[in-house]
């Protein structure tokens, strides 16, 4: 299976299973084209007409397209498919977990998974030292002799709890070398109550950091916004210049969503990387038909022109990265990861504040999917093997996409929401995630060319 497509002046030809990628010449575009359902014959005829290619030209042409094919680069066959039964039985240790240390929040952000901070009918609480100590034991146990442990601590707004956040890094700092463990945390914060001792903080002990702002003053405030309604970004904005300073512009994100009130969304990035912020992101708004800020089939052609008019910016300036555009084409995740998606529910888990075990936080408060605590462990086996069973292989959605090595089948928590079922897709964010991908690799390609 292969995907060709054009972008920036490039033909581009993506071997889906082998992840090799050709950028050929326009004939060489048209041949590979046709060559699985085309005679030789009449490929030459083609070329010849439309290129003006001799014989000589076109058997040469095909001699190489053959030796591609022989390589197992070009046209290879799907080695993975076999793969996929074994993931379903696989043993699997967690690695990696989202403790909500503090659900509540001093903002009231309109798309906010969390009914814009209220918590469902107003059920506002804080995660106690106790209960975040025994998920950290929690995730020791189920670790197995995995090392490296990954802890973030979200929300709502995390600071909100911030003498639990550092006891329980304290403590998890303790235990480090008695169990053979590395702690890598990451916090995520909506930047209010930012200050010099929580920066210092969150600069000694954390690996990562994300910042969320959503771009330009009047996109930004339109819909994140504090309790009393009023707009956040001359109150975050000095502190979030300040934090990424400090941290050298490393080791952090300017995390941004965009929705129908910004469908231009690259002129909110590149407001953010021309006040000198280096890590950008922004994310597609996942929201009910019906709110005004949805985004809407109108949208998408003008979205999927901001990601090629991003990237042509990015190739001129090459003064910050894009979350979504930093791709690696020869060494990235291993085939099982590529093939399994992020984890969630098996490797990867959200804890409540009363300690309830869910697959991650956006699954939090669905009753169906609570997989148990970390008092007691995982008791919902049953609803856990829905995550074991899913992969690319899963979606029949994926069977003729070019972009399911890339994705890993998306997002379960957003196909949840969109059809009901964690193994059925989001076909909207499919559609901006393939124009992503091909951005991507072409801004590989052009930087191979600058080489």
């Known amino acids: 299976m292969i995907h060709r497509y054009k972008n920036n002046g490039y033909n581009i030809i993506i071997d889906v299973n082998s992840g090799s990628v050709h950028v050929v010449?326009?004939?060489?575009?048209?041949?590979?084209?046709?060559?699985?359902?085309?005679?030789?014959?009449?490929?030459?005829?083609?070329?010849?007409?439309?290129?003006?290619?001799?014989?000589?030209?076109?058997?040469?042409?095909?001699?190489?397209?053959?030796?591609?094919?022989?390589?197992?680069?070009?046209?290879?066959?799907?080695?993975?498919?076999?793969?996929?039964?074994?993931?379903?039985?696989?043993?699997?240790?967690?690695?990696?977990?989202?403790?909500?240390?503090?659900?509540?929040?001093?903002?009231?952000?309109?798309?906010c998974f969390a009914s814009e901070g209220e918590y469902n009918q107003g059920s506002r609480c804080l995660m106690s030292y106790e209960t975040g100590k025994r998920a950290i034991d929690f995730l020791v146990e189920n670790s197995g002799t995995?090392?490296?442990?990954?802890?973030?601590?979200?929300?709502?707004?995390?600071?909100?709890?911030?003498?639990?956040?550092?006891?329980?890094?304290?403590?998890?700092?303790?235990?480090?070398?008695?169990?053979?463990?590395?702690?890598?945390?990451?916090?995520?914060?909506?930047?209010?109550?930012?200050?010099?001792?929580?920066r210092d903080f969150i600069n000694k002990e954390m690996y990562n950091v994300v910042l969320s702002?959503?771009?330009?003053?009047?996109?930004?405030?339109?819909?994140?916004?504090?309790?009393?309604?009023?707009?956040?970004?001359?109150?975050?904005?000095?502190?979030?210049?300040?934090?990424?300073?400090?941290?050298?512009?490393?080791d952090y994100y300017l995390r941004g969503t965009y929705t129908h009130y910004n469908t231009d969304f690259s002129n909110d990035i590149l407001h953010l990387a021309d006040l000198g912020f280096k890590q950008l992101s922004i994310e597609p708004v996942v929201a009910p038909k019906e709110a005004d800020y949805a985004l809407t089939e109108e949208d998408l052609p003008i979205l999927l022109e901001q990601y090629e008019i991003l990237a042509k910016e990015m190739l001129k300036r090459n003064?910050?990265?894009?979350?979504?555009?930093?791709?690696?084409?020869?060494?990235?995740?291993?085939?099982?990861?590529?093939?399994?998606?992020?984890?969630?529910?098996?490797?990867?888990?959200?804890?409540?504040?009363?300690?309830?075990?869910?697959?991650?936080?956006q699954f939090v408060g669905d009753d169906e999917y609570k997989l148990g605590n970390v008092f007691e462990g995982i008791t919902n086996k049953e609803k856990q093997q829905d995550f074991l069973d899913c992969n690319i292989y899963a979606h029949k959605e994926c069977d003729e996409c070019f972009a399911r090595l890339y994705c890993s089948g998306g997002c379960v928590a957003n196909a949840y929401h969109y059809t009901g079922d964690v193994k059925g897709v989001y076909e909207y964010g499919c559609k901006l995630h393939r124009k992503r991908i091909e951005c991507a690799i072409m801004m590989k390609a052009v930087e191979n060319d600058r080489r």
């Not at 053959?66 to 993975?80: H, I, M, N, Q, T």
């Not at 070398?177 to 995520?188: C, G, L």
């Not at 894009?322 to 804890?351: N, Q």
């Open 25 to 111: 010449d326009e004939a060489a575009y048209d041949a590979i084209g046709m060559y699985e359902n085309t005679s030789k014959k009449d490929i030459e005829n083609t070329l010849a007409e439309k290129y003006g290619l001799t014989s000589e030209d076109s058997a040469e042409l095909f001699e190489d397209i053959e030796a591609l094919k022989e390589k197992g680069v070009l046209f290879s066959e799907d080695d993975y498919k076999d793969i996929a039964p074994a993931l379903k039985g696989r043993h699997t240790v967690i690695k990696a977990m989202c403790l909500l240390v503090a659900q509540d929040c001093n903002m009231a952000c309109k798309y």
């Open 146 to 198: 995995r090392k490296n442990l990954e802890v973030d601590f979200f929300g709502g707004e995390p600071l909100m709890n911030w003498d639990v956040v550092k006891r329980l890094v304290k403590y998890a700092r303790s235990i480090e070398k008695e169990k053979d463990k590395n702690f890598r945390f990451t916090i995520t914060t909506n930047g209010l109550l930012l200050n010099d001792e929580i």
């Open 213 to 250: 702002v959503d771009g330009r003053p009047e996109v930004n405030d339109r819909l994140r916004v504090t309790q009393n309604g009023k707009g956040t970004y001359d109150l975050i904005m000095p502190k979030f210049k300040d934090m990424a300073d400090s941290r050298g512009q490393k």
């Open 319 to 361: 003064d910050f990265t894009f979350y979504h555009y930093m791709i690696d084409l020869t060494g990235g995740p291993c085939i099982y990861k590529r093939i399994s998606g992020c984890g969630v529910g098996t490797e990867y888990m959200a804890v409540t504040p009363e300690g309830d075990l869910y697959p991650c936080h």
